[in-house]
């Protein structure tokens, strides 16, 4: 990373539902920098706590959500603090958002070249031409086809794939700083998915934009992210380059994740490995290392005590006791290790 700059420093955020079954702690300890330009990905597992920190950063938990501890610096603020008029200052104008389901973020019966600037309407005031004007460039920019004409036209005569680039349009008329994508191609097929990542990437290379990119899917990353964190039962177990998590690899959990992730050389015959056993319950979240339960390189420390994260490099870490200077040597999967010798022979596969 050329320039080191943060733009959000999470601290120690810790995140609970209020439920009837009780409390559901799904945010536990995570901290982590974005840093200026950069493109850092949220991997994990559905339930890992992904979304719970992407809208903690946004203000918009649901209202039985308690931060019960940790900071989120933004621009000098503690976004955690902020009341909700401050908040809706910033969501939408320095901090776009998209959403898996472009539907929840259009509003079905407003003409879509309205939707694109209606941020810039409220906020700026600014005229009917001039916004017009920007929503067809900003329609162009996203690759939307014959934009003055489909300026008029509703969400509903759109694609999946094409309603998905406005939500882009509009996240971007406010000149964010920064670009939360949530799952933004989980609903899409794969060729659209691609096309839509392609777009993001532009636009964050062309904007200098520093983007969050959450998602279940490593695959989706690996030609997306500077940076990747992986996210398992609350916590951040693993952090580094995508260098570093894809050819260095530390955690089990990294690993399965790995592991169960088709490549160039999967076949639609071979069979995927599949992690065994089910996140557990964050209701009654574990002792020790959360993954302990599913992880065959267990040992006896994993079920009573949290590791630490060790330092693997001065970009790399991961919560793994498998670092302790005590701990046994274990080889990681065969078919993660010849996967990594395949990458590293094949260049230009990753980046
Ligand atoms: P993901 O990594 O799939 O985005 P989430 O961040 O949505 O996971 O969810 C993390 C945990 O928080 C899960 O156990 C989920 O069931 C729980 N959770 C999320 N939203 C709520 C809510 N509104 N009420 C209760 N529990 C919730
Ligand atoms: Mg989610």
Known sequence: MENRNKIIEVKNLYVTFNTFAGKVHAVRGVSFDLYKGETLAIVGESGSGKSVTSKSIMGILSKNANIERGEILYDNKDLTKLQDKEFSNIRGSEIGMIFQDPMSSLDPVMKIGKQITEVLRIKHKISKEESKAKAIDLMKA?????????YNQYPFQFSGGMRQRIVIAAAL????????CDEPTTALDVTIQAQILELIKDIQREKNLSVMFITHDLG?????????AV????????YGTTEDIFYNPQHPYTWSLLSSMPDLNTSSED?????????????????GDAFAARNRFAMEIDFEEEPPMFKVSDTHY??????????????IPEILKKRINMQTQKEGVLV
């Not at 996203?142 to 489909?150: C, D, L, N, S, T």
């Not at 069979?271 to 002792?287: A, W």
Request: proline share 14%; net charge positive; hydrophobic share 45%.
């Open 271 to 287: 069979e995927l490995f599949v992690i065994p056993g089910t996140p557990p319950n964050m209701l009654y979240p574990p002792k």
């Open 142 to 150: 996203v690759g939307i086809p014959q934009a003055e004409k489909r």
């Open 220 to 228: 989706v990353v690996a030609n997306v992210a500077d940076r990747i």
């Open 173 to 180: 008329a406010s000149n964010p700083d920064i670009l939360i």
């Open 318 to 331: 991961a919560a793994t006791w498998l670092l302790h200077p005590k701990a046994p040597k274990v080889e």
């Open 231 to 238: 996210m398992y039962a609350g916590k951040i177990v693993e």
